[in-house]
């Protein structure tokens, strides 16, 4: 069990999601970064869909009310385990009254906290997602505030050998932005041809005013030359919105199941791990790429998802072995 | 009008949308197809949208022309599915603090506020789609007079309850959330609930009557 000391008011419990509900207009909320999501679980040997904390600003500290396996993963924040410094995707046991000091956020936006076993908060429709909106799942549907507490499910391990590992990058060649993979969209064609030669060679910048609903992005502005308002229809995460002010918003995993502003273009659902990670201030860059093109990349991240899941499950069987 | 055709809004997810009137007849097609489509191989979920479909896939689709050639043929051979549900009457404050672009929109239509008040109370709208958030209802019938752009700068926030137009549809909120349409008044409505079973108070094919409690200018 481990306890809130103190926590900026934005984390939420989240799992994969709450996906199926879409008829009756729910979002399918869940971890914004689901690659870091997942390797907070692999380090404990948990399944993947085992609820996790989504911290998306620190400072925090947690102190542990009783001897506990955790394990962090996905921004790097100064982490330390009463003073001491852990990696940035690591695993291990606390002894009861330890504390978890995680610092400003260096790279990276979003920091997820698991238990071994997975955070213990009720299943509700699929899920245990916190449903921001509908204020539903999650730790009673809200943010964690000091002095909540969060247990673990029960069949956890309390004993445990430190266990770390690499994250894919952020970043590719180009240091000065977060490449994004976008397929275009229905009204692409519809822009001037000056937005699109901005949208495709311009960088676009994360603003303050970006959260689990949407990415809103500052950048040349971008003008539809077609006159009318779209009949509303299905959006879903990833999807880029141009509303009459030009500035494009992706939409995220806590945004709306219909829209109807213009779609520039969409993320394809590989690379919204990366949003997730961007500060207001990383840049952006939109490179097109068409469906089949996105079919390769699944299955490429699919295979490195099960290369780093069997590498950690390797790791913790040797670490047995040794024990 | 819209394009025909097959769109991807994310890699995993692809709109069918048709150059068709905006009417309760082409939305009963729709109704159709979703029922229909959502039972296909590789489709998670097939949800409409206001005359329009939209597919969720577990993986990236592979072949978008043969489903764009299904999707067609499927659409061409006409079929409705006839939703008749209940009619749900709701009391609305026009105006005020809870409807802050009644003004506006007046302004916008070249209509008197009471006109548009009596314009946007008279029919009893169908709910065509419901979707944006849990348990929220796209209402078809909306009088052409009351035709307004969406908003430039969508709103961060609006309460649950807000009644809101924007193009040729109109809706209230089921919670508190981000908005770019104009807001003309306020309900006390539970659309959504996650211990009701089903949670949605609504389906498509259901009514709402709009009956103006107050008017506040």
Known sequence: MIEVLSLPPLATVQDLGRPGHWAQGLGRA?????????????????????????????????????????????????????????????????????????????????????????????????????????????????????????????????????????????????????????????????????????????????????????????????????????????????????????????????????????????????????????????????????????????????????????????????????? | MPDTGLFPIGSRALTYQVDCPFDLDHQRRFWAMAEEVSQWDGVCEAVPGMTNLTLRFAQVPADLDDLDARLCALWDSGRQKDLTGKVLEIDIVYGGAGGPHLGEVAELTGLTIDDVIKRHAAPAYTVFAVGSHAGYCYLGGLDPMLETPRRKIPLQSLPGGSLSVAGLQTGVSASAGPSGWNTIGSAEVQFFDVMRDPAALLVPGDQIQFNPAEVIA
């Not at chain 1, 999501?37 to 948990?46: C, D, K, P, S």
């Not at chain 1, 603003?207 to 502005?221: E, I, V």
């Not at chain 1, 659902?269 to 952006?284: K, M, N, T, V």
Request: proline share 6%; with cysteine; net charge negative.
């Open chain 1, 30 to 323: 869940g971890a914004m970064d689901p690659l870091a999501h997942r390797i907070a679980n692999w380090l404990l040997g948990n399944h993947e869909t085992a609820a996790t904390l989504e911290i998306p600003l620190t400072p925090a500290r947690f102190s542990f009310a009783e001897d506990t396996v955790f394990a962090i993963a996905g921004a790097a924040c100064g982490a330390t385990l009463d003073g001491v410094p852990l990696a940035r995707n690591w695993a291990g046991a606390a002894k009861e009254g330890q504390v978890l000091a995680l610092g400003p956020m260096t790279e990276g936006a979003r920091v997820y906290l698991a238990l071994a076993g997975g955070i213990d908060v009720p299943e509700m429709l699929g899920s245990r997602s916190t449903q921001s909106r509908e204020a539903f799942g999650g730790f009673d549907g809200r943010v964690l505030r000091p002095g909540d507490q969060l247990r673990a499910c029960d069949g956890q391990t309390t004993s445990a050998k430190p266990l770390s590992c690499a994250m894919p990058a952020l970043r590719g060649s180009d240091a000065d932005a977060i490449t994004l993979r976008v397929i275009p969209s229905a009204e692409t064609d519809q822009f001037s041809a000056a937005s699109l030669d901005a949208f495709w060679s311009q960088p676009y910048s994360v603003t303050p005013q970006s959260n689990r609903q949407g990415c809103r992005l500052d950048g040349p502005a971008l003008q539809r030359e077609t006159e009318g308002e779209l009949r509303s229809h299905g959006i879903a995460p990833g999807i880029i919105q141009v509303p009459g002010g030009g500035q494009p918003i992706i939409q995220l995993a806590d945004a709306a199941t219909m829209g109807g502003y213009p779609k520039i273009a969409c993320v394809i659902e590989d690379d919204l791990w990366r949003i997730g990670q961007a500060r207001p201030g990383d840049r952006f860059r939109f490179t097109a790429i068409d469906l089949s093109q996105a079919r390769e990349i699944e299955r490429n991240t699919q295979a490195e998802l099960d290369r780093i899941r069997t590498g950690l499950q390797k790791a913790r069987e040797l670490q047995k072995g040794w024990s």
